[in-house]
């Protein structure tokens, strides 16, 4: 059976940072590509960054356009891990943050999803 | 990125079928997927492909696409059918993800 366990949310400050990290289990994590989705509070979904498998283009990073380099998306495989950094925090960033596995059919569908770590940015 | 229109809500008495639209030029070149998602849960993914279900979604759940628009149609809704409903795909680049923004199912 499929895992996906998030951690690392909490209570932030404005301008601070966190990393929040998402354990897989029940499936060869490192052959899958993983994005991480998030939902602000009353909100729809809202893809934030993928990372692709070793079986194709070994590890590179995709972020949507309003990360602004303020995120970093990594894994490590050999811990079945796969992180977000986020940096400067602001109040917007606030939202539940999903981790989603890829199904691997190429395209942009997540058949298995964590069930979320609340990121909460607020002074 | 490109961006994927849905309608904001959608009603259907029980028992009757009811489709749901995703909209966006992206949807030309590659296909939707669908999620449901109840209050307070993580999103499930119910449709992806052509008009593919993953293993323990019903057969009443059905998928498919005509130029920039791709439509779940849910035929004979049930009560537990009621949820927010949601689009993803491909943006027009083909590297990055891009979400419609849901569709909130209300069985009647």
């Known amino acids: 059976e499929v895992q996906l366990l998030e951690s690392g949310g909490g209570l932030a400050q404005p301008g601070g940072s966190l990393r929040l990290s998402c354990v897989a289990s029940g499936f060869t994590f490192s052959t899958y590509a993983m994005s991480w989705v998030r939902q602000a509070p009353g909100k729809g979904l809202e893809w934030v960054s993928g990372?692709?498998?070793?079986?194709?283009?070994?590890?590179?990073?995709y972020y949507a356009d309003f990360v602004k380099g303020r995120f970093a998306i990594s894994r490590d495989n050999s811990k079945n891990t796969l992180y977000l950094q986020i940096f400067s925090l602001r109040a917007e960033d606030t939202a539940v943050y999903y981790c989603?596995?890829?199904?691997?059919?190429?395209?942009?569908?997540?058949?298995?999803w964590g069930q979320g770590t609340l990121v909460t940015v607020s002074s | 990125s490109s961006e994927l229109t849905q309608d904001p809500a959608v009603s259907v008495a029980l028992g009757q079928t009811v489709r749901i639209t995703c909209q966006g030029d992206?949807?030309?070149?590659?296909?939707a997927s669908w999620y449901q998602q109840k209050p307070g849960q993580a999103p499930v993914l119910v449709i992806y492909g052509r008009d593919n279900r993953p293993s323990g979604i019903p057969d009443r759940f059905s998928g498919s696409s005509s130029g920039n628009t791709a439509s779940l149609t849910i035929t004979g809704v049930q009560a537990e059918d009621e949820a927010d409903y949601y689009c993803n795909s491909r943006d027009s680049s083909g590297n990055l993800v891009v979400f419609g923004g849901g569709t909130k199912l209300t069985v009647l």
């Open positions: 992206s949807l030309r070149s590659y296909y």
């Open positions: 990372i692709s498998g070793i079986s194709d283009s070994g590890g590179s990073t």
């Open positions: 989603a596995k890829d199904l691997g059919s190429g395209g942009s569908s997540f058949d298995n």
